[in-house]
């Protein structure tokens, strides 16, 4: 069974920053793309950063040069480093796995999710 579990949300002041880690477990993605999405209250489900073979990444327009994916391939896992944090990136922050090997930014792409974790940033 595949798991996607996240950690490292919480609340923080506008312009601090957080990392968000997510650790796969029951199948290997260092082939696939993983990445963050989030979601805030009353909106939809939208792209963060991806990142897949090649050390390759992309990220929303929102959180360029803010944002930074990373993945350790060999813990199975993806990282997200967020730095000047603004109230506008609060939302569930959620980690996604694609068992396909097309690079999609549309969360209806992907197979497997994380439970979601809570990222507020207070003005």
């Known amino acids: 069974q595949v798991q996607l579990v996240e950690s490292g949300g919480g609340l923080v002041q506008a312009g601090g920053s957080l990392r968000l880690s997510c650790a796969a477990s029951?199948?290997?993605?260092?082939?696939?793309?993983m990445g963050w999405f989030r979601q805030a209250p009353e909106k939809e489900r939208e792209f963060v950063a991806i990142?897949?073979?090649?050390?390759?990444?992309n990220y929303a327009d929102s959180v360029k040069g803010r944002f930074t994916i990373s993945r350790d391939n060999a813990k199975n896992t993806v990282y997200l480093q967020m730095n000047s944090l603004k109230p506008e990136d609060t939302a569930v922050y959620y980690c996604?796995?694609?068992?396909?090997?097309?690079?999609?930014?549309?969360?209806?792409?992907?197979?497997?999710w994380g439970q979601g974790t809570q990222v507020t940033v207070s003005s």
């Open positions: 996604a796995a694609d068992s396909g090997l097309i690079v999609r930014t549309t969360p209806r792409h992907y197979d497997y």
């Open positions: 029951g199948r290997t993605f260092s082939n696939h793309v």
């Open positions: 990142s897949w073979s090649g050390g390759n990444t």
